[in-house]
C-alpha cells in the first residue's frame, strides 16, 4: 500500500501532468471569460444593429450586462489564485523528500600543470609536481 501511495504520489506530482491540468483549468475559465464578454458586450450591439432588441437598452440591462462580465473576471482571479496556492503547495510536496545535494569536494587543481587532481595527493600524478600544504 505504502508503495502503491508513493507512486501515485510521483504520478500526480510529475511536471507535465500538474501543468496540464492547471492549462486545462485556466483555459476554462479564461473561455467563460470570453463567453462573458461576447454574451454581454457584442451580443447586444449586434442585437441593436440587427433589430433583434426593440428600441436602446435600460440602465438596469447595461448594469446587468456589465456585473455578469465583472463577475466572470472575478471567477478567473479567484481560480488563478487558488491554482496558484494549490501549486505552492504542490511544489513544497515534490521538494519533500529531495534532499539538497551536497556537493563534495574531492578534487583541486594542481597548481604547476593545472590538471585535476585528489584534493588530500602530495604529488601530481600528472607532472610528478610536489604539492605542498
Ligand atoms: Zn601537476
Known sequence: MKKFLEEFKTFALKGNIVDLAIGMIIGTAFTAIVTALTANFIQPILDLATGAHKGLYSWSE??????????????FVIIAFVLFLLLR???RLMSIGK?????????KKCPYCK??????????????SEIKE
Not at 534532499?99 to 578534487?107: M, Q, R, W
Request: charged share 20%; glycine share 0%.
Open 62 to 75: 447595461i448594469a446587468t450586462f456589465i456585473s455578469a462580465f465583472i463577475s466572470a473576471v472575478i471567477n
Open 89 to 91: 503547495v504542490i511544489n
Open 99 to 107: 534532499k539538497e545535494e551536497v556537493v563534495e569536494v574531492t578534487t
Open 115 to 128: 590538471s585535476d587532481i585528489a584534493i588530500d595527493a602530495t604529488r601530481c600524478p600528472h607532472c610528478t
